[in-house]
């Protein structure tokens, strides 16, 4: 039995209405990252002595996708304001409260329920890449040992779909002693590694060539792909990470 004419109209007028309530769904903002890299910048250089290798591996136009070690809550923003470039990072759900979400959403960082395959995540950091922008990731999904010993999928579902190059970032520093003035915190004016890998492809089985996929042809996000792909991305961030360690003396 079809529904009365009456209440059909009723629920397109209620949905137009909320629709004009809370606007159209803006993508997240690339002025925004460019002012949070440089609050970003401001705060770790005045808390710690960050030393920066190899940001010149950091294509300077177009899609990349930075993806970071994690071992401490520092590490994202300690990447924002040392990176060459603006950063947008996917963030756990839980940092938006209070007065955090307004600010972390007007710098452009990505909202991300970890617990479910978040299709407004998903949406908004394709989106950053589809905008030739940075997109920051933290492979293991959580913190840990920061040593890139288990890789959720996502890094490779992004990298195919978003047709993005990967800079390993091994963030070195952090995690090795508590602060005496907060102990939450890696002691102050403590130097802090940040080291830049080489850009790579996902789906690349070959070393060398132009990392950035300048003519290649785009791979299809198949789960035979992406499975390739993750095992392709542990190895090189693996790979990097004790390449960093060797040359920090970390």
Do not use: C
């Not at 978040?118 to 933290?138: C, E, H, K, N, S």
């Not at 102050?188 to 300048?214: M, Q, W």
């Amino acid at each position: 039995m079809r529904g009365h004419p009456d209440r059909r109209q009723a629920g397109r007028v209620s949905t137009a209405a909320a629709q004009r309530a809370t606007g159209p769904r803006q993508a997240p903002s690339g002025p925004g990252a460019a002012v949070g890299r440089r609050i970003g910048i401001g705060l770790m250089y005045s808390l710690w002595r960050p030393r920066v290798l190899g940001a010149w591996r950091v294509p300077t136009s177009g899609p990349v996708i930075l993806a970071v070690n994690h071992a401490h809550g520092v590490d994202g923003p300690m990447l924002m304001g040392t990176a060459p470039r603006p950063v947008h990072f996917l963030v756990k759900k839980e940092a938006f409260v209070g007065p955090l979400d307004p600010f972390l959403r007007s710098i452009g960082q990505l909202k991300v329920d970890r617990e479910i395959a978040d299709r407004t995540a998903i949406t908004d950091a394709l989106a950053v890449l589809r905008r030739g922008d940075v997109l920051g990731i933290f492979p293991e999904g959580t913190r840990g040992e920061g040593d890139f010993a288990a890789l959720r999928a996502g890094l490779a579902y992004f990298a195919v779909r978003g047709d993005a190059p990967i800079v390993p970032v091994a963030v070195l520093g952090t995690s090795e002693r508590r602060g005496r003035a907060i102990a939450a915190l890696p002691p102050l004016r403590s130097r802090i590694d940040i080291v830049f890998g080489p850009a790579f492809r996902a789906t690349d089985d070959a070393d060398g060539g132009d990392p950035t996929g300048a003519g290649a042809p785009r791979a299809r996000a198949t789960r035979a792909v992406l499975d390739a792909a993750t095992v392709r991305i542990q190895a090189r961030l693996s790979e990097h990470l004790a390449d960093a360690r060797r040359r920090t003396g970390r």
